[in-house]
């Protein structure tokens, strides 16, 4: 069952994703639509949401984990397309994560969201966890700003500004070059 599809920057490609974890990057600039990339079980349970870097040379990928894995960081993922090479492990989301972008210019940033209510911001190659002030006394790198789970994270495109929209009806506005 596929849960999420999306294009490349260019129009050339569309990656898809599934339940089972598997990610797929399909050429969309022939007729034939051949399958370029295949990684079965990249994560180990559902992908929930993937999204493109704006050089469409890199993905994040988001979703379940095991509830057994020691390691958290197996939730959110960034891979070369072409490869499926790691470019990052991101986050530290407790629960499942269930929300992904990527901003459209250098540099590199990504934020990722989940059921634990946090907005985690991710930048650099590779990418890491971005340390972010929510207040002069808190060096944490995320936000608190839901009371329930949040639902999705977009960049603008220009990649100045970061939504996020949870299930406590709030939509929370946070810069995109600095979290």
Request: aromatic fraction near 6%; proline fraction near 4%.
């Amino acid at each position: 069952r596929v849960t999420v599809a999306k294009f490349s920057p260019s129009g050339n490609y569309v990656c898809s994703a599934d339940a089972r974890g598997t990610l797929r990057v399909w050429s969309f600039d022939s007729d034939e639509h051949l399958c370029k990339l295949h990684l079965p079980q990249l994560l180990v349970g559902a992908i929930r949401d993937v999204a493109w870097d704006g050089e469409g040379r890199r993905i994040c990928v988001v979703g379940d984990s095991s509830p057994s894995s020691s390691t958290k960081n197996l939730s959110a993922k960034v891979i070369q397309w072409d490869t499926g090479v790691s470019c990052g492990e991101l986050g530290q989301h407790v629960k499942r994560v269930l929300s992904c972008d990527m901003n459209s210019k250098r540099p590199i940033r990504c934020v990722t969201a989940g059921e634990d209510t946090n907005v985690l911001f991710h930048g650099g190659t590779p990418l890491s966890r971005i340390l972010v002030d929510n207040n002069s006394t808190n060096n944490n790198k995320e936000h608190i700003a839901h009371t329930r789970p949040v639902n999705c994270v977009r960049f603008s495109p220009d990649g100045a500004w970061i939504c996020s929209v949870g299930g406590d009806k709030m939509l929370r506005l946070y810069h995109g070059h600095k979290g």
